[in-house]
């Protein structure tokens, strides 16, 4: 039994809702789908989500939410339109919103999950429709009736335990089920979702609760790309890679498939095969839990911007048992998380991501650490990149690290930041972001275009 | 003005005290002496710091100490008899030691500092009983009298900072000063000896104190080899290097000179050199606080053997705030000092001296990092080295990477670990213990043999 989750993009039209039925019904192991809420028909189009973002900033202000209303259901009446389907749907979807709207509002994050939470909700119910008009069993399912039950965190749910038993039952059910992502219900029976793209999410928990063979995400793309392709022109695809890889792509840049969504998959063994709605007879990539490496040491290579790095230098540093504690303590105390640590004898640079701090906060930071940790000296790097060159089995290849230095050095990139040797899947390389991009084509020059004499 | 620190070697026997007497009256700001105890004058020797080991041992078990009294002593008569100085010399040795083994002995650790000082004590005043004879104007000074007052850590004893006020007075005192290393009072007026190699602590505390122009440590090499000359055969000479670089090059395994001993002399920006008593010609090798970088990237390789990596892995570590405080904090439960911890994505590794933990302990510390921080793996890997390459100005050089991570493949060494990017001046490799003479050697080929054609 295969799980198959379509995003926005593959429900954006009625067009795009036939490739859906068709792709559906070509295998009878896709049993579930799980679908997002219609997404962009074009780059100028607007999400329902973020349409219905604004429906209930509306209602918050007290202003009259008819015109957001109406363009939310303008959407979904397009769609039905084009598939031919009963009016009633529409109808339906429209007296969702109303009840919706009218809901409480005393905890404003709430009632913003109750909105956002209607986009996959009454898509699911229009897929069932159209399924069913098209001589198909096929079901809409409540996710308070079929049991996910959440955590009460809006815009953050976390599914409880207790749900993967609870789901577990949907596999006694009959036809093809059409299970709305992005949300589940909390003990007290409120709705809240789960974080942004949480549709992956969703696919991901009921293929682990009900032991599918297969999980397979529909996207734009044909593959996983071995590089950006917005750096390096027409990259390598990837046909499989493994789940520790793809977390490790995924960290720096690679935004195809939300990282968190794969941790249900994960923990229970089940593939994930992302595949093109637009093209569904390309092979797409297999996420796999482990690979045959064929193919080389990397994999792939991914970068992200916008790092900082906080320099702590201390004579006899090294000897002072606790002062790594203390320092990850002060950035605690804030709330920062922090990427990396490398460390010399008697320093040590902390890594994090720069968005987290105001200028206020880092001289705060700064401050504790000169006074609390009487540290000699504490200075700040801006504008960091980091790289991540990433591939099973690059841990027993004598040279790789070699090659990647080598490359980098051809193309006159200093680096800044070596962090090698703990995960056996990666080697990570920080640089100025100018120098960025130079470094990525650098490196995929090197492990991924053959060398022609 | 210059502090002159003769080591062990340098003042074993007569003969090399001579030496020390040309050195001291060849330049008239060499004006404070710093003496360690007679040392060895052969390989199979025993210095006289151990003799008083064994000395004060054998009083604590309640043995007869006479026979190691008479060892001790018989090693100043041989030195004063070789010098033709006065019996009372020997004398007042004899009866300095007797005064010492029938003092309390409710405290072992402090007793054992109490013998072991003598060593040095009475070598000062045998020393400036020498230059005496010689008619030159010299004292020998009680660090009690000149005011270095130290913390009550036997063994590990700390210049506390009125030290220093107190000790600029001695400039004002005529003649050639014979200090005595390795120990001071405490500010009850008993005696605590500094970690072992403690003389050198006690030059550096003296240049500080008197504002030294220089720091001479006379010893019996040239001069600080690039390499460890046990692996590299004639290895080059360093004619200058600076604080960071001596200190990140001691850390790993060059016992030239005792790192701490730099502190006081660092942090007054006082230089030191480090000459031979039996080659005072050779320039030897100068510290300084920074230096003209004219030899290439590196000035030095050094390496430790001992160290083991704990592994933790835990899917989506990365998002965790305080995991890395937590996990550093179980180490400090066990006073465990860590090296580095370099880190992927979801896992981290912690480096530290094997020879910190027992199996009992290793177990405990696994067991809590698995229960209390619920990891999803936890490994460890036994017998890695460390491996620094040192240099100033290392940093700014593209390529230093390339070259270093090529030497170490051509030569079959797999890459454990790399730690770069926080300390400016080294780049550190972690390899199995087994590779580690394969890939230092390596490394001093690519940057110290220049190429042939």
Chains 1, 2 share one sequence.
Do not use: W
Not at 31 to 58: F, H, M, Q, W, Y
Not at 225 to 242: D, G, M, Q
Request: charged share 25%; proline share 4%; glycine share 6%.
């Amino acid at each position: 039994m295969k799980v198959v989750k379509f995003g926005g993009s593959s429900l954006a039209s009625g067009r795009q809702l036939e490739k859906v039925f068709k792709i559906v019904t070509a295998d009878r192991e896709r049993k579930v789908v799980v679908v997002s809420a219609p997404g962009k028909r074009n780059p100028e189009d607007i999400k329902v989500t973020d349409l219905l973002i604004e429906c209930a900033e509306s209602c918050l202000q007290n202003l009259d939410p008819q015109e957001k209303i109406a363009a939310v259901v303008e959407r979904y009446a397009s769609i039905v339109q084009e598939l031919n389907l009963s009016d009633r749907v529409i109808e339906e979807i429209h007296d969702d919103l109303l009840t919706r709207i009218s809901s409480d509002k005393s905890n404003p994050d709430r009632f913003l999950d109750l909105l956002k939470a209607s986009g996959e909700d009454n898509n699911a119910k229009l897929v069932a429709a159209y399924f069913q008009s098209q001589g198909i069993e096929a079901h809409y399912v409540d996710p308070k009736e079929a049991g996910l039950i959440v955590s009460d965190e809006p815009g953050n749910a976390q599914a409880l335990p207790e749900s993967y038993e609870r789901l577990y039952a949907l596999n006694e059910r009959s036809g093809i089920l059409v299970f709305p992502g992005f949300f589940g219900y909390s003990v007290n029976g409120e709705v809240f979702t789960f974080s942004r793209s949480g549709s992956d999410i969703t696919g991901s928990i009921l293929a682990n609760a009900l032991k599918a063979d297969l999980y397979e995400n529909f996207t734009d793309v044909d593959a996983v790309y071995s590089v950006n392709p917005s750096i390096v022109r027409n990259p390598k695809e990837i046909k499989e890679l493994t789940y520790r890889e793809m977390r490790e792509l995924s960290y720096a840049g690679f935004t195809v498939l939300h990282d968190e969504a794969l941790v249900p998959a994960f923990r229970a063994g089940i593939p994930v095969n992302i595949k093109n709605t637009n093209n569904p007879s390309a092979k797409g990539t297999l996420i796999v839990n482990q690979r045959d490496n064929t193919n080389g040491p990397v994999i792939g290579i991914a970068s992200d911007k916008g790092f900082c790095s906080i320099y702590v230098s201390k004579y006899l540093m090294n000897r002072e048992i606790g002062f790594g504690r203390k320092l990850l303590g002060v950035l605690e105390d804030y709330g920062l998380s922090y990427e990396h640590t490398p460390s010399g004898i008697d320093d040590v640079s902390v890594i994090l991501r720069e968005n987290q701090l105001d200028e206020k906060t880092m001289d705060e930071v700064i401050n504790r650490i000169k006074t609390e940790l009487h540290a000699d000296e504490v200075k700040v790097a801006h504008s960091l990149a980091l790289i991540m060159v990433v591939g099973e089995g690059m841990r027993q290849n004598v040279g790789t690290m070699a090659r990647a230095s080598k490359a980098l050095a051809k193309a006159k990139v200093n680096i800044e930041m070596i962090n090698q040797g703990s995960s056996e899947v990666s080697m990570m390389f920080g640089v100025h972001e100018v120098d960025e991009k130079r470094a990525v084509q650098a490196l995929y020059e090197e492990f991924f275009i053959p060398v022609t004499v």
